[in-house]
């Protein structure tokens, strides 16, 4: 009777047959899963003792006796349940009685009459739960990734930063500035020639500043704007030759997240453009940024125009990625300028040399490659160019495997220029299109140099031969063919032509993002319990030690919810035979599934006083936990209907 | 004082700023999360009366009033927070009071102080939440898919189905024979022929069937097996030539499942071919079931070989996938025989006969080509040959996303053959494998003609024409051209020159990739608070309603407890002014939310006898509630002492 507690054995099955063996040899057997377990801070039976649900005898505080366990129920056991079917009437004998510790115990035959006809070779516990990761995923990850009933801390730290930055908001007092929209007749925005205005407005408009510390409200059907960049004097942008602005907001209607990328000062002299906008709104590609939508307001106080992008949270730019580092450390370091080291290298000498100088690893440049060809073959095949190939235009998400195994790169920005530099008096504005798609060839070709050398100044006239003789001695010939052909004639006539370059290693990158799919749902698969524990467990504590329900104070003590309130005693605070807590999550989770299973296993309840002692099964429990929430929510619902009427 | 008891604006922020006005209108402001809430069940308030926590008044039942909130503790209010830093000494004054429904409270005044001399541009709240699916993805998926705090069902029952089939046991009464290894010498199984013993061991022996029943509990490293194929007669693989069974089977050092496909009735000759089955082990590609190892075992009775590979749970073949719909209505059937139907057809229209014929999308065949060349290439550049390239060898897992968004293709049981026809005469055993590569790729065309044709019947030489005509008809000419080149000579010299044939829709492929990791991402962004909360209510179960701790039977009525039980009460049995209960899970997981973040919110609990009201910050309450599990878990390493000692 040392296991009694947890009756393991499902019905009809004997005791210590393998389903029993399984269940309650589960975490001795996995040290791995012990540990997880200890790792909830609340089992002290996971501190390397191996002491599982039933490896030792406990009692619940309120509970003096064990629940007989199912199979000694049907009094011939699994003799009888192998036995000729002409038995089973012989099995519908109305009560069984038992004696456990003393006591007699009775029970229907309902359940040992059952699932006697047909064997079935397998048979499956009514409750699932997460059992270990497969194995072709913790060979990569073993060290890092133990198993746990949780997600890995390094990817639930990066979704909780990724949501973390979606619930940002403006700092109301860092935006004192009042709306100086009924200024806006003296403000030199509105001059029609837009250009002329944006070299104009910072320096003459003495309340520019004012206008960068206002935050609207609402931007059409955008609110709850929160600026991505800090505040203060606004600098133009390299790219663009104007001012701009993003900002983080949420739409009205969907309540989605947005980017917002504001062109400030700039008035369109005709919508011809909006029909570039539609065109980019179709392009849709994992690694590119999708534009949504182009309006212009006053809201912020002067001729804004406004472009909508998706919103990736906690995104960083290639720029900071990969350029931030102060120029010594990059490839232009001395080393490659030093006459004493041998050239060239071999594979090993070179992958050493590329960490000394924080070179970027060749298979995540590939990667890149793969990625923004991609991107770029998407954009080129909708009659589009993307003409913003800059590092501090390419978003980099997902850094939470293996280095390199989920990195992501967006492209960014796509269609700025195009309505900037949108000319209303061509006849047909997208004939320069096919030149702007051979200058993305050559961007994308100056953008791997630079990524090559680890350093923006790979691409300068001057350095062109220094930079290609590092990717030379440091990559992959493969990788110095690639760029050659991007930047010098003759150059591939289309993106397409970039394939043959990149070769099998498309089936490396295939791989990589199969990996990383399984290893995803491995995750989810720890966490997918959780969420309905959680709510069977939020219902369950509505329902017991509630003060009163329909002016009945007693509710909570009386009927079923007197029988989950032992129930909830027989889970929480059970005590060990010396009268000490029994903390076990595997036991809190296991008796949770079971009840909302609706499990044939019997326990037995035991009150506080030890007077009365209870023999149900998990399904009656369930039955009472069913109905008593059921009162509850009427009781609510008859509130709805009192104030509808 | 109508929303009092959710004091949702943040420290130092005025109430009614952008902060509280984002998170009191959250619910509102978005149907779809509100109908999420009402999915719980738990929450009355989702039924399209948008009733969010703080849109109506409510009291819980055992306060009376409303903790007054946080803006209006500090007296200035905003004012106070935007003026000068000056003022800031004025602020340290000891204690501020504030009435609230006649009764006066009083409150430090550090928390208003804090944040006064920074202004930040953002701020965040100091918790996190699921906010919305990224725009990026509700595109595809708004109409299925809707906004939810929990994973999607359909990908939810997806990973129940695998967790289901991983906690699957063999039925001990379905494998009632004993084991007859003690009869071994009496068995035809000793016989060195083992290709002769395999054709005669099933007629023969008398106790053979008796064998099939019997299932050993421990076999080599690995137990708790489970037969995965029905029992009975068992019959020989048409593909081996021998009889094999597989079981699933936990490794006793593990924990993790695998595949064990054993084959009955063999004795290795000699140890030459584990050299192979080493090689084979180093083979890793994700679309590729991985074989661990070999060994030999009498555990069955038998003489048999076991070859462990991993094991994907609720994956089915690629022969059940698309080939086990009876003949007629494959596309075999008439209507590519009448003539009265014009041909070719436009491309629109051979989709909408493809569907009537149930003909396979071509986007999917070229999904698997992609995945099985993907696998091929990295068999073979491992000096290896596949050998098995049959839809019964070929594993299809993940079905949860659109049509062919996540199926994955996993080649299996490679290397049985490798072993079962091993020479163990030959001077090199890979001798033979170029031609084998060449055979895979005859395999593969094969395969794919079939898959075009959806019918076994299509690869069979008098068919062949036919077969090609029907390609031709209903899929494109890259297809067609594919199938050819892979059946005819002259046929590629290896794998990669197949790859220009895919061409351009790797792209699409890794896009496909890309977008399924983002939707795991997005649904593992769902589930991953749930974990933590589930923990968080499970260890403040453990300290509520405790009957005693050490002996001390009102240890949960009193200090710390007695906030926790009237915190309990707040979060759980909150009622509105008529005194019916009042549900709802935002209320529900915000609370703990914040207190698991120890937030300085206020709230004011009062005790069920309203004679006690206290007011308490969420921190306070935080440490009351670490202290006390601190008291429980310190008992409980109490009694692992006594036991050790």
């Given at each position: 009777m040392d296991n009694v507690f947890i009756p393991f054995s499902s019905s009809g099955l004997p005791q210590g047959s393998k389903l029993s063996t399984y269940l309650t040899s589960r975490v001795p057997d996995r040290p791995e899963l012990s540990s997880a377990l200890s790792g909830l801070t609340l089992s002290p039976a996971g501190k390397g003792r191996g002491?599982?649900?039933?490896?030792?005898?406990?009692t619940p505080e309120s509970t003096a006796n064990g629940s007989p366990p199912q199979s000694a129920a049907a009094p011939a056991g699994p003799a009888t349940a192998a036995g000729p079917?002409?038995?089973e009437a012989a099995d519908a004998a109305p009560l069984f009685e038992e004696n456990v510790g003393g006591t007699t115990y009775y029970f229907r035959a309902e359940d040992a009459a059952v699932q006697k006809s047909a064997e079935p070779p397998t048979i499956t516990p009514p409750y699932t739960a997460y059992v270990a990761p497969p194995a072709r995923l913790s060979d990569a990850q073993a060290a890092t990734h133990p198993a746990s009933f949780f997600v890995s801390d390094q990817l639930r730290e990066a979704i909780l930063r990724q949501q973390h930055v979606l619930l940002m908001q403006a700092n109301p007092q860092a935006f004192p500035g009042a709306c100086p929209s009924t200024r806006s007749e003296d403000l030199p925005t509105e001059v029609d020639n837009y250009h002329e205005l944006c070299l104009y407005l910072p320096t003459e408009v003495d309340?520019?500043?004012?206008?960068?510390?206002?935050?609207?409200?609402?931007?059409?059907?955008?609110?709850?704007l929160c600026p991505l960049e800090p505040p203060g004097q606004p600098h133009k942008s390299s790219t663009f030759g104007y001012v701009t602005s993003a900002y983080k907001a949420t739409n009205t209607k969907s309540g989605q997240c947005y980017c917002l990328r504001r062109i400030h000062g700039l008035r369109l002299s005709g919508t011809k453009c909006l029909q570039l906008v539609a065109l980019w709104s179709k392009v849709n590609h994992s690694n590119l940024v999708t534009l949504r939508e182009l309006f212009t307001t006053k809201s912020f106080g002067d001729n804004s125009v406004v472009m909508v992008y998706d919103f990736l949270p906690a995104a960083e730019t290639l720029m900071a990625r990969h350029f931030s580092q102060p120029p010594q450390l990059n490839g232009?370091?001395?080393?490659?300028?030093?006459?004493?080291?041998?050239?060239?290298?071999s594979a090993q000498k070179n992958a050493v040399l590329r960490q000394q100088n924080a070179l970027i690893p060749e298979p995540l440049i590939w990667s890149y490659v793969i990625q923004l060809t991609g991107a770029l073959r998407q954009v080129h095949s909708s009659g589009l160019a993307c003409r913003v190939l800059d590092p501090s235009k390419i978003l980099v998400t997902g850094e939470y495997a293996s280095p390199g195994g989920s990195d992501r790169l967006h492209i960014n920005c796509c269609g700025v220029l195009d309505v900037l530099l949108f000319?209303?008096?061509?006849?047909?504005?997208?004939?320069?299109?096919?030149?702007?798609?051979?200058?993305?060839?050559?961007?994308?070709?100056?953008?791997?140099?630079?990524l090559s050398c680890n350093s923006l100044l790979a691409v300068q006239r001057d350095n062109f031969s220094t930079s290609i003789s590092i990717v030379e001695r440091h990559y992959s010939a493969d990788l110095k063919a690639l760029i050659m052909s991007l930047l010098m004639p003759p150059r591939p006539r289309t993106i397409e032509d970039v394939m043959p370059l990149i070769g099998a290693r498309?089936?490396?990158?295939?791989?990589?993002?199969?990996?990383?799919?399984?290893?995803?749902?491995?995750?989810?698969?720890?966490?997918?319990?959780?969420?309905?524990?959680?709510?069977?467990?939020?219902?369950?504590?509505?329902i017991t030690e509630r003060p009163e329900l329909n002016l009945e104070p007693s509710w909570a003590e009386t009927g079923d919810r007197y029988m989950l309130k032992l129930f909830r005693d027989y889970v929480f605070h059970a005590v060990t035979d010396e009268g000490r807590p029994f903390l076990d999550m595997a036991h809190v989770v296991q008796c949770l599934n079971k009840l909302d299973a609706g499990s044939s296993d019997k326990i037995c309840l035991m009150s506080r006083d030890m007077q009365n002692v209870l023999v149900a099964t998990y399904a009656e429990l369930k039955q009472c936990f069913q109905r008593s929430f059921q009162e509850v929510?009427?009781?609510?619902?008859?509130?709805?209907?009192?104030?509808?009427s």
């Open positions: 002491l599982g649900p039933s490896a030792r005898p406990f079917p002409g038995q309340n520019y500043h004012e206008l960068c510390l206002y935050l609207p409200t609402e931007v059409d059907n955008y609110h709850e232009f370091a001395d080393p490659f300028q030093d006459p004493s080291i041998p050239r060239p290298y000319d209303n008096n061509a006849t047909n504005p997208l004939a320069m299109v096919p030149h702007y798609q051979q200058e993305d060839l050559v961007s994308l070709g100056k953008l791997l140099l630079a498309f089936y490396q990158q295939l791989d990589t993002s199969g990996r990383l799919a399984e290893r995803l749902e491995d995750e989810l698969g720890r966490e997918v319990q959780n969420g309905r524990l959680f709510r069977l467990l939020a219902k369950m504590s509505a929510f009427e009781e609510t619902l008859a509130k709805e209907d009192a104030a509808a």
